[in-house]
T-cell receptor, first 116, second 114 residues
Framework: AQSVAQPEDQVNVAEGNPLTVKCTYS??????LFWYVQYPNRGLQFLLK??????LVKGSYGFEAEFNKSQTSFHLKKPSALVSDSALYFC??????????????FGTGTQLKVEL | DTGVSQNPRHKITKRGQNVTFRCDPI?????LYWYRQTLGQGPEFLTY????????KSRLLSDRFSAERPKGSFSTLEIQRTEQGDSAMYLC????????????FGPGTRLTVT
């Protein structure tokens, strides 16, 4: 079974400050990891992914994430937050094992609030 | 069309009625997924198609739920004899077969069962 934990329901940060949204995962095989963002009344928008290779992956809108195998974590980061980054962020995992299927398992989401 | 589209965007129905939702994936994507999202939760996987073949179904997909993708293009999700617990956002996503693994999501259909 695969699972994702997002330990913080909400993260507050001042505009211009760095932000981190935490995610830990559990899978049987190699993890394929994803971050999505959801704005009110809209679908999920893909931000970035880790499949293999460099542990630091860069994505859309200046976001990046760091894969840490020993800590089974995939935290989302941004060096300088913007008010427009305020949204609901979801971490998701897929088991990379061939027989693991194609479904994504999502965390419960973290509400990011960036204030002036 | 550059994105996944879903219709209708909102559906209000009375308990016991049947409802059907439609999803049009990104045109070159041959994989299509359905998820359900309730308030305060992340999306939960329901089912997955590769072309017209339904390859995986979640235990969440009770016998009142059925999904089809008859020509490997658009898909429909039908809920029969709706219950209040079916109230949720139903999300559709699509992805390419090779290479890219990310799924691209539509705006969702919000179902309210009264």
């Amino acid at each position: 079974a695969q699972s994702v934990a997002q330990p913080e329901d909400q993260v507050n940060v001042a505009e211009g400050n760095p932000l981190t949204v935490k995610c830990t995962y559990s899978v049987s095989g190699n993890p394929y990891l994803f971050w999505y963002v959801q704005y009110p009344n809209r679908g999920l928008q893909f931000l970035l992914k880790y499949i293999t290779g460099d542990n630091l992956v860069k994505g859309s809108y200046g976001f990046e994430a760091e894969f840490n195998k020993s800590q089974t974590s995939f935290h989302l980061k941004k060096p300088s937050a913007l008010v427009s980054d305020s949204a609901l962020y979801f971490c998701a995992v897929r088991d990379g094992f061939t027989g693991g299927g194609n479904k994504l398992t999502f965390g419960t989401g973290t509400q990011l609030k960036v204030e002036l | 069309d550059t994105g996944v589209s879903q219709n209708p965007r909102h559906k209000i129905t009375k308990r016991g009625q049947n409802v059907t939702f439609r999803c049009d994936p990104i045109s070159e994507h041959n994989r299509l997924y359905w998820y359900r999202q309730t308030l305060g939760q992340g999306p939960e996987f329901l089912t997955y198609f590769q072309n017209e073949a339904q390859l995986e179904k979640s235990r969440l997909l009770s016998d009142r739920f059925s999904a089809e993708r008859p020509k490997g293009s658009f898909s429909t999700l039908e809920i029969q004899r709706t219950e209040q617990g079916d109230s949720a956002m139903y999300l559709c996503a699509s992805s390419e077969r090779q290479g890219a693994y990310e799924q691209y999501f539509g705006p969702g259909t919000r179902l309210t069962v009264t």
